[in-house]
């Protein structure tokens, strides 16, 4: 006689990870010695301190967190919901739990007893490595010898944590640098492969990279007769070259490798392929652990198959945030590795909800990814802001193209909020059609926008003006960007109305030097720090950036240290305003992960006074960089 509850069961565990990788016969084995608990909100599943259970579990329903004491303070280390397992860890390494589990609402728990599980799973490769991207951004020491020798019966190399964040110390480049030009026959530059004994050559003009050519593109497109050793190096170099400064982190320079499966960086003297070739990075080049915490969060995504584990991926991603911020890493290679991540799995979804569709893209398209994911500056969880652009068609087939493009972005604005990514209040999604466009409407729609020039304008030109392409042909996103510096480029009406509403968010600090708070509704007595400090910086790294025509460069910092270079007898002043923008980042994300929100309204009474003298020092930056733009755009009677 079967047994209705087990299979009941089964059912569940079946559509969560690892459970999904397991045969029916093991998922039953599984369910018949499963113990079922239920628990109020507030209780205890188990204690810091305490023996193991026999049993690990997974969530029917309800909420854990695991609270661990920290410098004399109780901190939330992590949190599970529906489908998720906790307390594993420590049975696999035969440890007393390090973290209180406590639900956080009521919870039906599933306890799976380890001596039926880690049988089930020694032959399953699937399931250990799902079990070690789990752990990979666990507060426990995932890592330790006792558990990976548990998992992998000694047949991998053991990965432990780095304590002093090796993979964010910078790539060793190759200083010596071998170029050649687009029209070099690709016979020739096999030779220069051979002679310097390299396996790339960079391809460029005038001292700026154009393309790369690795000993890969030899062998997929040369020795398979694609192409001709008489043709030119243009027909198989790889472009536009994805460029970096020098002391571009070992994980950054790794993950944009995995992302955009290359094995070759540039190095250039600004990080933009706008500037001379300094040196190359290649995978041979990076010697990182396998078990660096960002690296296994990018394998995960990349090998993501549904939606809940991309969520589940987006959580461990919080916690490796905080484990930054809690360490004091800069906040530069911070929001570098953040968005790397955030982006794979912008584009993750993308390829997902490209397969659900009944057909292949009509045309080729990019998805923008705007806002402060745009400027690479998303590293809490605040809501989505995209746009797509495809290939100009024929009028008669216009509308079609946009309504597959229209389900396509439907589809996946959807999943990116049930990820975590909350769908945007204004409607600023690719899913409404005014923001789903063909190369040619996007253009109309900018010359509109910067000819035409009211409230709205500037306010959506603010938001469309900083994007970055997640996903598709790059072409389209780079002649879009080139048509909006064109038709700004002495655009004196346009910058002097987008120079006032870099004006509009006056000084935080009101008479006697006090925080200017909300006067009503749900935040009275708040500060808001976006509105108030981190949009006026913003708004004025921008527009620096059309004014001087700094193109290739989103992030607010990069473009005010961007402006130390060109105009270097104010380099004080503009790398003054580049830590401003970096420290009000960091200030609303450390509260914002203290608070488990996005970190925009800030409890002034919370605050040390060390934090509110670092605050008032920024807002002497914001000021003066006002007081700036109203001297260059005639603006000295403004009044915000």
């Known amino acids: 006689m079967k047994n209705t509850i087990a299979e009941r069961i089964a059912d569940f565990i079946k559509n969560f990870p690892p459970f999904d990788q397991l045969s029916k016969e093991d998922l039953y084995a599984i369910a018949k010695v499963v113990t079922i608990t239920y628990l109020e909100k507030g209780k205890k599943v188990y204690a810091a301190g305490e023996a193991p259970h026999e049993r690990f579990y997974i969530i029917h329903k309800g909420a854990i967190a695991l609270e661990k004491e920290i410098n004399s303070k109780l901190e939330t280390v992590d949190r599970f919901d529906e489908g998720d397992i906790f307390g594993l860890r420590p049975l696999f390494a035969n440890e007393n739990y390090a973290t209180d589990a406590i639900t956080e609402e009521e919870s039906i728990l599933y306890g799976i007893p380890l001596a039926t599980f880690k049988p089930l799973i020694t032959q399953n490769r699937g399931v250990v490595d799902f079990l070690i991207e789990s752990f990979a951004s666990n507060t426990e020491n995932p890592f330790s010898k006792e558990i990976h020798g ?15 964040l090796f993979e964010l110390q910078p790539v060793r480049y190759v200083k010596k640098v071998i170029t ?40 997929n497109q040369v020795v398979t007769g694609e192409k001709s050793i008489e043709d030119h190096a243009s027909q198989i170099m790889s472009w536009p070259v994805l460029c970096y400064p020098k002391g571009v982190s070992i994980s950054q320079a790794q993950l944009t490798m995995m992302k955009h499966n290359v094995s070759h960086l540039c190095v250039t003297a600004d990080g933009t392929p706008n500037s001379k070739i300094i040196g190359v990075i290649s995978q041979n080049d990076i010697n990182v652990m396998r078990g660096s915490n960002p690296t296994i969060l990018m394998k995960a995504i990349k090998r993501s198959q549904s939606t809940k584990q991309l969520k589940h991926i987006r959580k461990k991603i919080m916690v490796l945030l905080k484990g930054f911020v809690e360490q004091d890493i800069p906040l530069t290679q911070t929001s570098k590795i953040i968005f790397e991540l955030n982006d794979a799995t912008i584009k993750r979804t993308i390829e997902r909800c490209i397969v659900k569709m009944e057909k292949q893209p009509p045309v080729k398209f990019a998805w923008m990814s705007m806002g402060s994911q745009g400027r690479k500056e998303q590293l809490l969880q605040t809501d989505q802001d995209n746009a797509i652009v495809f290939e100009n068609v024929a009028a008669e087939e216009l509308e079609n193209v946009r309504a597959y493009f229209l389900l396509l972005a439907k589809k996946v604005n959807k999943r990116l909020d049930a990820v975590g990514f909350d769908f945007c209040p204004a409607d600023i999604m690719a899913k409404n059609s005014k923001w789903c466009l ?45 048509h909006i510096f064109e038709i700004t480029k002495n655009n004196h009406m346009f910058l ?19 925080f200017l708070v909300e006067q009503d509704g749900e935040y009275k007595d708040f500060f808001d720090i976006k509105k108030r400090a981190i949009m006026p910086i913003v708004d004025a790294g921008r527009l620096f950036a059309l004014s001087n025509q700094i193109k290739n460069i989103n992030n607010t910092a990069e473009r005010f240290e961007k402006m130390a270079e060109l105009f270097p007898e104010n380099k004080e002043f503009y790398l003054s305003c580049s830590y401003t923008s970096k420290a009000l980042l960091k200030f609303r994300t450390k509260h914002g992960l203290l608070h488990n929100d996005n970190g ?33 755009y005639n603006l000295s009677n403004f009044k915000g």
């Open 150 to 164: 548990s998992l992998y019966d000694n047949r991998l190399e053991v990965v432990e944590n780095d304590k002093e």
């Open 438 to 482: 063909s190369l040619d409407e996007w253009k109309n729609q900018f010359i509109q926008w910067t000819s035409n020039t009211g409230d709205d304008e500037i306010l959506l030109s603010s938001i469309f003006f900083d994007f970055d392409i997640s996903f598709g042909d790059a072409n389209l996103t780079n002649q879009l960007s080139d």
């Open 180 to 219: 050649a030009k687009a029209d070099t026959k690709i016979k020739d530059i096999a030779q220069l492969m051979k002679q310097h004994h390299i396996g790339s050559i960079v391809i460029e003009d005038d001292g700026l990279p154009i393309g790369i050519i690795t000993d890969e593109d030899l062998r």
């Open 600 to 632: 925009r309204f800030i409890e002034l009474a919370a605050l040390t006074k060390e934090e509110k003298m670092k605050l008032k020092r920024c807002f002497k930056t914001i000021a003066k960089v006002q007081e700036s733009i109203k001297l260059k």
């Open 496 to 514: 002097s109305k987008l120079a006032a509403n870099a004006l509009r968010s006056a000084s935080p600090l009101g008479f006697f030097r006090q």
